[in-house]
């Protein structure tokens, strides 16, 4: 069973960077594509980025205008989001989630909530940026 355990979010302040990281207690990470999504207070719950199994390809919301990065280090079960230039707007909790299917950037950008959406969810990660 997959367990995503999302750590690295924190405080700071406008134009600073967070490296957020996302590991499994169980099972193995390279067996999935994986995602990061964010929720603000008040708001829906939004696509960030997502990377194919061996880290080949990469999607991004148009929205992060080319301030984060997703990697992936599958022999040490860990998946990042690098995010610089983080503005007031970018707190939000972090959540990273695992498809076994790629299925297209769809399930990604607008279908991960739903039946056939992200199999696993972590917690998420608390980001807070100040100004």
């Known amino acids: 069973q997959v367990q995503l355990v999302e750590s690295g979010g924190g405080s700071v302040q406008t134009g600073g960077s967070l490296r957020l990281s996302c590991t499994t207690s169980g099972g193995s990470l390279a067996n999935y594509a994986m995602g990061w999504f964010r929720q603000a207070p008040g708001k829906e719950r939004e696509f960030v980025a997502a990377i194919t199994w061996v880290g080949s390809g990469t999607y991004y919301a148009d929205s992060m205008d080319g301030r984060v990065d997703i990697s992936r280090d599958n022999a040490n079960n860990l998946v990042y989001l690098q995010m610089n230039n983080l503005q007031p707007e970018d707190t939000a909790v972090y959540y990273c989630?695992?498809?076994?299917?790629?299925?297209?950037?769809?399930?990604?950008?607008?279908?991960?909530?739903?039946?056939?959406?992200?199999?696993?969810w972590g917690n998420g990660t608390l980001v807070t940026v100040s100004s």
């Open positions: 989630a695992a498809r076994e299917k790629w299925g297209g950037r769809y399930y990604w950008s607008t279908g991960f909530a739903g039946e056939d959406g992200m199999d696993y």
